[in-house]
């Protein structure tokens, strides 16, 4: 059964720090792009991290941002140990939502299949 589990989450203060981890079982973790969403209350659940795999060679591509995380959250992830983590920095009242975890795993002709994890709140606030 393909899983993603978060964790990390919790309240923090403005300017503070928060590592979230993701970790992922029963699918190919090492040729999925990898991502971290988030969506805060009455707003679209928005893509804000990501590190994309080349489909033919494997090779993890660069972490690409959301303008509203750039320069603050780091994407990184663990292929020994199917983990994926987000760093964040310099955080913001705006950055409080649901953060989620997110896989694509190739299929073949197929594309890919998708999967999600539950989410885990962050909360920033004094």
């Known amino acids: 059964q393909e899983q993603l589990v978060e964790s990390g989450g919790g309240l923090v203060q403005p300017g503070g720090s928060l590592t979230l981890s993701c970790a992922a079982s029963g699918f190919l973790f090492s040729r999925s792009a990898m991502s971290w969403y988030r969506q805060a209350p009455g707003k679209e659940r928005e893509l804000i991290a990501r590190?994309?795999?080349?489909?033919?060679?494997?090779?993890?591509?660069?972490?690409t941002y959301a303008d509203s995380v750039k320069g603050r959250f780091t994407i990184f992830r663990d292929d020994d140990k199917d983990t994926v983590s987000l760093q964040m920095t310099s955080l913001k009242p705006e950055d409080t939502a649901v953060y989620y975890c997110?896989?694509?795993?190739?299929?073949?002709?197929?594309?890919?299949?998708?999967?999600w994890g539950a989410g885990i709140q962050v909360t920033v606030s004094s």
């Open positions: 997110h896989a694509e795993e190739p299929n073949g002709r197929f594309g890919n299949l998708e999967y």
């Open positions: 590190i994309a795999v080349e489909r033919i060679t494997g090779n993890h591509r660069t972490p």
